[in-house]
């Protein structure tokens, strides 16, 4: 069964400090695809960021950024030079494909991003 | 840029009480979904739904919820006969298809259960 483990529930910073939000999964499949999607106090989900799992090529976009690492099960989210608005809470999720198409996504229990002036 | 648009933002319900809540996914996907987020906890799988027939669902999805389109447009979540448990965050999703696609999601649907 997929799983999805976000340890930090929530985390505090001050505006302009990085921060990583952590994610660990767990899945039999060879081929799996991960995401992030964000919640901002109004409550709906945006989708941030997706990694497909034959490569580990880390990325960068903006002030997000993602370090993927197989050999550790781990997808992990790093958010540069945090600003209020970043204040929301963040979910990693993991796809499974559905026989006949579409995908299933497992979240993970959320972690909360409280940016601070 | 197209969106996923659900109605109502909010419903309250009598328990025992049968409600209907409504999504219009992006016109260009097939793949349709239901999640529900408990208030406070991660965003749960009800159903897939792909060529008017359930793909896949939870085992949540029992007996008392139902999915339809019935239409080129909508996409709805039935409850029969609502629970006190069943007051959550319901969030509809659409994608193209296939494993690497993001899904997308509209605003959610708050059930509140009397």
């Known amino acids: 069964a997929q799983k999805v483990t976000q340890a930090q529930t929530e985390i505090s910073v001050v505006e302009k400090e990085d921060v990583t939000l952590d994610c660990v999964y767990e899945t039999r499949d060879t081929t799996y695809y991960l995401f992030w999607y964000k919640q901002p106090p109004s409550g709906e989900l945006v989708f941030l960021i997706r990694?497909?799992?034959?490569?580990?090529q880390n990325e960068i976009s903006g002030r997000y950024s993602w370090n993927f690492q197989k050999s550790t099960s781990s997808f992990n989210f790093t958010i540069t030079a945090s600003q209020v608005v970043d204040s929301a809470v963040y979910f990693c999720a993991l796809s499974e494909a559905l026989t006949g198409g579409g995908n299933k996504l497992t979240f993970g229990t959320g972690t909360q991003l409280k940016v601070e002036l | 840029e197209p969106e996923v648009t659900q109605t109502p933002s909010h419903q309250v319900t009598q328990m025992g009480q049968e409600v209907i809540l409504r999504c219009v996914p992006i016109s260009n996907h097939l793949y349709f979904y239901w999640y529900r987020q408990i208030l406070g906890q991660k965003v749960e799988f009800l159903v897939s739904?792909?060529?008017?027939?359930?793909?896949?669902k939870s085992e949540i999805f029992d007996d008392q919820f139902s999915v339809e389109r019935p239409d080129g447009s909508n996409f709805t979540l039935k409850i029969r006969s609502t629970k006190l448990e069943d007051s959550a965050m319901y969030f509809c999703a659409s994608s193209t298809g296939g494993n690497n696609q993001p899904q997308h999601f509209g605003d959610g649907t708050r059930l509140s259960i009397l």
């Open positions: 739904f792909y060529n008017n027939e359930i793909s896949e």
């Open positions: 990694r497909n799992s034959f490569d580990e």
